[in-house]
């Protein structure tokens, strides 16, 4: 079931359990602010999470209650990955759910990074 987005943060959220070191992960990237691990369903040849090591529960929680260092430094964690990845020349797409109308799954910020083919455009359009 997608989640509101909305506080109160659950601490027992997957991504929350990865953080703590209770469930592995594929990490690709780690410092003081964020941590990056593969996707486990992959929707690209590349398809890494980056997510804050903090309790937000969705980008509009960070947006507006993150102190401005983390949010800088998460920032610039999430391109340091894709260039990590290689993605700098070809480019990628960054996804960041937030509620039910974009099926946020997991109730911990994150911002999928997509790359290593063309992605076409940016949503599937609606049916008319
Ligand atoms: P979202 O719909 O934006 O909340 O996306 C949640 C993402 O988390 C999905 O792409 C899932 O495939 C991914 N995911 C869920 N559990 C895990 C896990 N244990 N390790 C890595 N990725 C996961």
């Not at 992959?42 to 997510?51: D, F, K, S, T």
Request: charged share 15%; aromatic share 8%.
């Amino acid at each position: 079931m997608p989640v509101s987005g909305k506080p109160p943060y659950d601490d027992q959220n997957i991504f929350a359990k990865i953080l703590r070191g209770e469930i592995p992960c594929q990490k690709v990237f780690e410092d003081d602010y964020a941590l990056a691990f593969n996707d486990i369903n992959p929707q690209g040849p590349i398809h890494v999470l980056v997510i804050p090591k903090a309790p937000y529960v969705s980008y509009a929680d960070f947006a507006a209650t993150a102190p401005e260092t983390l949010i800088a430094n998460f920032s610039r964690a999430v391109a340091a990955v894709a260039k990590q990845l290689g993605l700098e020349e070809t480019g990628y797409r960054l996804i960041a759910n937030m509620g039910p109308d974009s099926h946020q799954m997991v109730p911990h910020y994150h911002v999928h990074i997509i790359g290593g083919r063309p992605l076409g455009h940016m949503i599937v359009p609606l049916k008319t």
